[in-house]
């Protein structure tokens, strides 16, 4: 896997991966961009290349999550300064930045009715949009949270972000039916997003308690999340932990094909495949875990706490035995 960069950060930055790019802050300050001239002149005379700015964003929210709040500021008002305040994505970044330094509801409200202040003379701002639900998210008010999702994905329906936002409330909420209807969304969006299918086939299994066609779900989306990331590690979890809760399932009731079938309509995988299955997922853990050890630390491409789960998961085996 490559290490993450400030031009691509990976979706969901761990805190080891934020403080390393933050670092980067002061290198990356020391040197303009632009010239001092006016513009259009300034365009002449200009260092900047389209990449230029999304690592200045990229920095930005590094900063902010590791509390550089002092080099957050001076990335702001270097984009602003590129952009104009008035900028769509400005408006956001502007929003996030105060969003991460508020200390309290009041300041969250605050924030919130400057985005009500945007929304009122620019409705299409999707951006400001979003920032909306995160700060309702902030202040716990879930319902409300949801409501405007719900009408953010009516006008926007192809917007996958929204969509899994969205069935993350939902799952929050234990409306798992929701949840999975709208991750299902996202897969129409962007069907070989390998993180998608595990996310879909997770909530099958959240809701699945002993369902055997939940669990199948589940499973079908494990399988197809690994057939499009060899190495996905969170993929091949899920594959070991369903087939482990489907193998006594299918193996107690040979009635059980046709109950699951009358059911959901959903027929049941059969007994040997899971089995081979929950092999194939054995042998694929215990590779990342040993690989995982051999590499020097932050080189492995894997999260340290996904790591350490998967290795809890295989020592369970050997605790049966």
Known sequence: MAHPNLLTP???IPPKTALHLSQKAPLVLSSAPTSSLPWPLSLLFSRETPETWAIHENLLLAALRTGDDASARQILDRLTTRFGANNER????QGIYEEALARDDKELEKIFNGYEKVLKQDPTNFSVRKRRVAVLKSLGRTADAITALTVLVENSPTDAEAWAELSELYAR???????IFCMEEVLLIMPNAWSAHAQVATLHYLSATSS???LTLALRHFARSVELNDSYLRGYYGLKLVSKKLIPLLSESS???KR????????PPKLQSVKKLEELATVKLGDIVRQYSASKPGQSGYDEAEVKAARELLDQDG???
Do not use: F, H, K, N
Request: no cysteine; aromatic share 4%; net charge negative.
């Open 319 to 321: 605790r049966a035995r």
């Open 10 to 12: 990976p979706t969901r």
């Open 212 to 214: 055997i066609p939940a």
């Open 260 to 267: 699951a079938t009358d059911e959901d309509d959903v027929a």
């Open 90 to 93: 400005m408006i956001a970044l």
């Open 255 to 257: 009635s059980g094909s």
């Open 173 to 179: 909420t234990g409306a798992w039916g929701q949840a």
